[in-house]
Nanobody, 120 residues
Framework: VQLQESGGGSVQSGGSLRLSCAVSGYIHSTYCMGWFRQSPGKEREGVAAIDNEGSTNYADSVKGRFTISRDNAENTLYLQMNSLKPEDTAMYYC???????????????WGQGTQVTVSS
């Protein structure tokens, strides 16, 4: 299983970005998938997760601004990010796991990350 993120970039505060995560290799639709982020000197933190039935979970810091979704037919995970703030600046990673679903970085499969930079 390989995960590849795209869609990162630089945006001004209040702007929007949409991240995508393309999944290749065998991955059953029952996998849970999530988005994480990490800034220099900080631990990796969970941003959002979505299970195979579409139930979602968000970090308090992004609730109401970010939306996670998945297209199982296309094997793609998305993160729509609106009202971006400078504190959202980080490397964003997608992850997948068959047995675990949540905002803890306990997933088995990880992408390489895509950088998001928000300027004030």
């Amino acid at each position: 299983v390989q995960l590849q993120e795209s869609g990162g970039g630089s945006v001004q505060s209040g702007g929007s970005l949409r991240l995508s995560c393309a999944v290749s290799g065998y991955i059953h639709s029952t996998y849970c998938m999530g988005w994480f982020r990490q800034s220099p000197g900080k631990e990796r933190e969970g941003v959002a997760a979505i299970d195979n039935e579409g139930s979602t979970n968000y970090a308090d810091s992004v609730k109401g601004r970010f939306t996670i979704s998945r297209d199982n037919a296309e094997n793609t995970l998305y993160l729509q990010m609106n009202s971006l703030k400078p504190e959202d600046t980080a490397m964003y990673y997608c992850a997948a796991d068959l047995d675990f679903c949540g905002l803890s970085p306990r997933y088995n499969y990880w992408g390489q990350g895509t950088q998001v930079t928000v300027s004030s």
